[in-house]
């Protein structure tokens, strides 16, 4: 068992670790080249703003469900975006 001031140790060394694994996670992508998207990606990336959905985009852009999913996947692949829950829906992101 910790005591408060072993915690608080351990606190903040977490958030030290996580802070550096940030700056490392940053650097490395702006090293890495640009990720190459299609028309159709681009389209959806647009979207991806934190409050729309699958049925959103599916009626932004006038695809099928299967074609957005396939779109999602590879954006998700590229680490372009992330789904999110919010509000008890499935919601997009770009990262």
Do not use: W
């Not at 940053?26 to 998207?37: M, S």
């Not at 959806?44 to 932004?60: A, F, R, S, W």
């Amino acid at each position: 068992m910790l005591n408060e001031k072993q915690f608080n140790k351990v606190i903040k060394t977490l958030k030290s670790i996580d802070s550096k694994l940030d700056i490392l996670i940053r650097l490395q992508r702006a090293n890495l080249p640009k990720t190459k998207i299609g028309d159709e990606e681009k389209k959806v990336l647009k979207l991806c703003d934190g409050k729309h959905t699958i049925e959103d985009i599916m009626n932004e852009t006038g695809k099928k469900q299967g074609n957005v999913y396939v779109v999602l996947s590879n954006l998700r692949k590229k680490v372009l975006i992330r789904s999110v829950g919010k509000e008890g829906k499935t919601v997009y992101e770009r990262i």
